[in-house]
């Protein structure tokens, strides 16, 4: 690491401990070109790519799958069914590979880690008043602190969008602080293991700019996140490839400005093999290759992983499977 990335980690780790900094800093980032960046992500959308580059693909997407249920009628057999279909996506052929994460709520956390234990497939769990992010700091914090002791090693949480469009930094950033912090840490804080990481929820659908998601990225960056994701699936604006592009771009800038990656994760109406690829294209051509891995990129999906099976066993047998052949979700 160089002086000169040591310095700007060190001056940017001090904004936190001002309203006025953190403030100055978000407003004084550079402003999004909304035609530009909707353009850009039209363009990479229309990319093509081969049969053989198709495959490697699929089975990237595939890993980066984060396999999703998040309702209220949600019951241990309905997860520990999905928990098994994250080992193995498609129980015919053993050399489909895992999911990255199956994402329950935290009451469901010990029926999928049953399933899931020793299988390398990561286990997130929702929690801070998903999907609002309206309740008290203590009670959010329990919430995470219960999901990370029944097992969980991936923590979503949701920013509280009132208090960001309400331009009180400096309280997300705090609450983001403090969530990392109950994650645990690698000296114990799980009990020997590491420190749960942190996804941090912008529901870009209700930051109204492609500013203030910038501005949003970098907050929950600058506050400690391990990932940054764009939506709870539970709004109707969700993941788009402009909003994903932003926020790769903010990822971008803030490894070259401090050494430290984040990861990216679109979540909510990503439900083809085609919308996927497109997000893998976008990822290779703004950030390159150190994201295409399921540690730095992933997708909040369910129906997702269908699809992508579908059209996998019609890349091996030159037939497509109903779409019935693997269990719904």
């Excluded at 020793?118 to 929690?127: E, I, N, P, R, W």
């Amino acid at each position: 690491m160089t002086a000169t990335t040591t310095s700007a980690r060190s001056d940017l780790s001090e904004l936190g401990r001002s309203e006025t900094a953190l403030r100055t800093f978000l407003h004084g980032l550079p402003g999004v070109d909304q035609v530009g960046a909707e353009q850009r992500a039209a363009q990479l959308g229309t990319r093509s790519i081969k049969t053989t580059a198709k495959a490697e693909a699929i089975d990237l997407a595939i890993g980066m799958v984060d396999l999703t249920t998040l309702e209220g009628a949600d019951t241990p057999g309905k997860v520990r069914a999905l928990s098994a279909k994250a080992r193995r996506p498609d129980p015919s052929d053993p050399s489909c590979p895992h999911v990255g994460a199956v994402c329950v709520y935290p009451s469901m956390v010990p029926y999928a880690a049953e399933v899931l234990a020793g299988s390398g497939v990561h286990l997130a769990s929702v929690a801070t008043a998903f999907p609002s992010g309206q309740a008290p700091l203590e009670v959010k914090l329990a919430d995470v602190r219960a999901a990370v002791a029944a097992g969980a090693d991936e923590i979503d949480m949701v920013i509280n969008r009132g208090a960001f469009l309400a331009g009180r930094y400096a309280e997300v950033h705090d609450e983001i602080k403090a969530v990392k912090e109950a994650c645990g840490s690698a000296d114990g804080g799980r009990q020997g293991r590491p420190a749960a990481h942190l996804k941090v929820i912008l529901e870009t659908g209700e930051l109204a700019t492609y500013d203030n998601v910038r501005r949003a990225s970098w907050l929950a960056m600058l506050a400690g996140g391990d990932f940054i994701k764009t939506s709870t699936g539970k709004v109707p604006v969700a993941a788009t490839l402009p909003v994903t592009l932003v926020m790769l771009e903010a990822v971008r800038d803030f490894r070259a400005a401090t050494g430290r990656q984040v990861g990216v994760k679109p979540a909510g109406g990503i439900k083809t093999t085609k919308d996927a690829i497109k997000y893998l294209v976008m990822v290779n051509e703004t950030v390159g290759a150190d994201w295409l891995s399921p540690d730095w990129f992933r997708f909040g999906a369910s129906s997702l992983l269908n699809d992508l099976l579908m059209q996998r066993t019609k890349l091996t047998t030159g037939v497509y499977a109903g779409p019935d052949y693997f269990t719904l979700d």
